[in-house]
């Protein structure tokens, strides 16, 4: 089976041949605030009963309670492979708020996409290609409601945000918002620890008018947003997002090392990572002082300082792989960074 590399070259080649322009990615700044002090309660959920509004943005009610309703469907897309014990406890939480799910699933072998049949959901089977961003813009094209809820099959919404949803994306209509970011816990190390300061804000575009929205299929980009953006308050909406042993030793064989291989074929900035190279071990340092005392990973005791060196690693390997890469791999990635990759990805009807 071709790996994630073998896509990426044969997608930049298709590329090139492409005219299409793309925009300027955004860039959203954000201002630390204090603290997240609310978790998800040993992360046991129930089912969870609408309260009454308190502190949440009111509802946008104009017209019959018909068309209200109409307005506020939203559809839940989520990426698949080999991950039905994630699936499950995913599905069980969301099926409630949501009024479409799609699933866009890379062929699993195991019972994955018979448990998201069993919860009504909409299927879609592509061929795995090592990482899910190009297929994202499949998935948006299949979901047929205006608003998309959009989580990794990792990523577990808060209870707050799971009972306001609808309500939110009301006042975000109303209000002329396109898309909704959403504040991002993470339990990098183990589970019962999440990381509160290391990479805190960690906001994500969840939430979103089909519309409005492009991606690239670029690994570990953020989307192109085509009007305003809602940010929610982070101490009483998030995500939690459970990938524990991602900055550990395993997680450094299993995951980090692909990641690097892939994100040096795809940026640009070689210059910088050359620079970067020659003065590695004092890169490496400073790199490790930001992310420990900077932004304040050592307040997350064992597990911060753990993620804040294997973070460090990563970053290193992507500038070292990038610095050394030949020219045929910088006009590719000029080729990707301009067209995208997701046209790579496609709806089969089934892979061996």
Same mark, same amino acid.
Not at 150 to 176: C, F, M, Q, W
Not at 226 to 251: M, N
Not at 271 to 289: A, G, T
């Given at each position: 089976?071709?790996?994630?590399?073998?896509?990426?070259?044969?997608?930049?080649?298709?590329?090139?041949?492409?005219? *299409?322009?793309?925009?300027?990615?955004?860039?959203?700044?954000?201002?630390?605030?204090?603290?997240?002090? &609310?978790?998800?309660?040993?992360?046991?959920?129930?089912?969870?009963?609408?309260?009454?509004?308190?502190?949440?943005?009111?509802?946008?009610?104009?017209?019959?309670?018909?068309?209200?309703?109409?307005?506020?469907?939203?559809?839940?897309?989520?990426?698949?492979?080999?991950?039905?014990?994630?699936?499950?406890?995913?599905?069980?939480?969301?099926?409630?708020?949501?009024?479409?799910?799609?699933? $866009?699933?890379?062929?699993?072998?195991?019972?994955?996409?018979?448990?998201?049949? &069993?919860?009504?959901?909409?299927?879609?089977?592509?061929?795995?290609?090592?990482?899910?961003?190009?297929?994202?813009?499949?998935?948006?094209?299949?979901?047929?409601?205006?608003?998309?809820?959009?989580?990794? $099959?990792?990523?577990?919404? &808060?209870? *707050?945000?799971?009972?306001?949803?609808?309500?939110?994306?009301?006042?975000?209509?109303?209000?002329?918002?396109?898309?909704?970011?959403?504040?991002?816990?993470?339990?990098? $190390? *183990?589970?019962?620890?999440?990381?509160?300061?290391?990479?805190?804000?960690?906001?994500?575009?969840?939430?979103?008018?089909?519309?409005?929205?492009?991606?690239?299929?670029?690994?570990?980009?953020?989307?192109?947003?085509? +009007?305003?953006?809602?940010?929610?308050?982070?101490?009483?909406?998030?995500?939690?997002?459970?990938?524990?042993?991602?900055?550990?030793?395993? +997680?450094?064989?299993?995951?980090?090392?692909?990641?690097?291989?892939?994100?040096?074929?795809?940026?640009?900035?070689?210059?910088? &990572?050359?620079?970067?190279?020659?003065?590695?071990?004092?890169?490496?340092?400073?790199?490790?002082?930001?992310?420990?005392?900077?932004?304040?990973?050592?307040?997350? +005791?064992?597990?911060?300082?753990?993620?804040?060196?294997?973070?460090?690693?990563?970053?290193?390997?992507?500038?070292?792989?990038?610095?050394?890469?030949?020219?045929?791999?910088?006009?590719?990635?000029?080729?990707? *960074?301009?067209?995208?990759?997701?046209?790579?990805?496609?709806?089969?009807?089934?892979?061996?």
């Amino acid at each position: 089976m071709e790996g994630p590399e073998y896509h990426v070259l044969k997608g930049a080649k298709n590329a090139l041949k492409s005219n *299409n322009v793309r925009l300027t990615m955004e860039v959203h700044g954000e201002t630390v605030r204090k603290k997240v002090i &609310s978790l998800l309660e040993k992360l046991k959920y129930k089912t969870i009963e609408p309260k009454k509004e308190r502190d949440i943005p009111p509802c946008y009610t104009h017209g019959s309670k018909a068309e209200v309703a109409e307005m506020c469907k939203i559809s839940a897309l989520i990426f698949t492979r080999n991950s039905a014990h994630q699936l499950l406890r995913l599905l069980k939480i969301i099926e409630k708020v949501v009024d479409e799910v799609v699933i $866009v699933d890379g062929c699993s072998e195991d019972n994955t996409v018979s448990i998201a049949k &069993s919860y009504g959901a909409k299927v879609y089977l592509t061929k795995p290609l090592g990482y899910v961003e190009p297929c994202r813009m499949l998935g948006i094209s299949k979901v047929t409601n205006e608003w998309v809820l959009y989580l990794d $099959v990792d990523e577990v919404p &808060s209870p *707050n945000l799971i009972r306001d949803i609808k309500k939110i994306v009301n006042y975000a209509t109303k209000h002329g918002y396109v898309a909704i970011r959403i504040n991002r816990i993470n339990f990098y $190390v *183990n589970l019962k620890k999440p990381l509160l300061h290391i990479f805190q804000p960690d906001y994500q575009v969840r939430v979103f008018n089909k519309y409005h929205i492009m991606y690239k299929g670029i690994v570990h980009e953020q989307p192109i947003i085509f +009007g305003k953006t809602l940010l929610l308050d982070r101490e009483k909406y998030f995500i939690c997002h459970l990938a524990p042993e991602t900055y550990t030793l395993k +997680g450094l064989k299993s995951k980090l090392i692909k990641y690097a291989i892939l994100a040096s074929r795809m940026r640009l900035d070689k210059k910088r &990572s050359m620079i970067f190279s020659l003065f590695l071990p004092l890169i490496f340092v400073i790199r490790l002082f930001k992310y420990l005392v900077i932004r304040r990973g050592i307040l997350d +005791g064992v597990e911060g300082v753990k993620a804040a060196f294997f973070y460090v690693i990563y970053l290193s390997m992507v500038d070292l792989l990038k610095a050394f890469r030949n020219r045929k791999w910088d006009i590719l990635a000029e080729a990707i *960074n301009k067209h995208g990759l997701s046209h790579l990805c496609h709806e089969v009807e089934y892979f061996k």
